[in-house]
């Protein structure tokens, strides 16, 4: 079973569309967040959600909207798609408990193409 | 504010010699510090983490890394390479100011193996 799963894997639109990528947890964690990975390969934390509620916003464009219906479920929307948000996108879940950090479990990642 | 620093963007090794990725970490709190691997459009798999127990930490696939505060280091080595070990390498400290313990990544070290 796939602890953290992503769809699509990869997402070819162009320039101006909206398009949504999915996230799901079957870990049973409390926590999801949202990593964007640029053509460099470095990593930034975009989101993250503690049932459900929103608690980490970094800067990121309002264009950018995530949603978690439910702790399984992460999703990012992103509005009028540029050129620059070309780059792959990773969900990733923890339990965040004790007062310490635990493991983050990252998804496969979502390769988008903003053409 | 947390920080890491991986001092070597690229590393090359031969097949069956040692590999030292090094990692420097900045922490206003007693840290939990991570090392992550990536192969080829791959998602991030968790090689080893460090959360204040055993200062030598043992990981997956024979790597090990060594808590030292005094140096405010986390080395990842390897006794031997292996061809497999070709990827992209990712030191990682938690922040947990924000109460979710958002990961804060290094640049990534790319491992070369060369046969």
């Known amino acids: 079973d796939t602890a953290v799963s992503q769809t699509p894997k990869y997402l070819v639109t162009q320039m101006g569309n909206d398009k949504s990528i999915k996230c799901e947890q079957n870990?049973?964690?409390?926590?999801m967040y949202w990593y964007k990975q640029d053509s460099k390969k470095f990593l930034k934390i975009m989101f993250s959600y503690n049932n459900k509620e929103l608690i980490i916003n970094e800067t990121v464009p309002n264009r950018f909207s995530p949603k978690s219906p439910d702790k399984a479920h992460l999703n990012l929307h992103i509005n009028s798609l540029e050129l620059g948000d070309s780059a792959v996108y990773f969900c990733?879940?923890?339990?965040?408990?004790?007062?310490?950090?635990?493991?983050?479990?990252f998804g496969p990642g979502t390769r988008l193409t903003v053409l | 504010a947390q920080s890491v620093t991986q001092l070597d963007s690229h590393v090359s090794v031969s097949e069956g010699t040692p590999v030292l990725l090094r990692c420097n970490y900045s922490?206003?709190?007693?840290?939990?510090l991570f090392w992550y691997v990536q192969h080829p459009n791959k998602g991030l798999q968790l090689l080893l983490k460090y959360t204040s127990a055993a200062t030598l930490v043992k990981g997956i696939n024979g790597f090990e890394a060594e808590f030292k505060k005094s140096e405010t280091s986390f080395h990842l080595t390897k006794p031997s390479a292996h061809m497999s070990d070709a990827a992209e390498y990712f030191c990682v400290v938690s922040d947990p100011t924000s109460g979710t313990y958002k990961y804060i990544f290094g640049t990534g070290t790319r491992l070369k193996v060369l046969a």
């Open positions: 922490s206003s709190y007693s840290p939990s």
């Open positions: 990733a879940s923890s339990q965040v408990a004790g007062g310490r950090t635990d493991t983050q479990y």
């Open positions: 870990l049973g964690h409390d926590t």
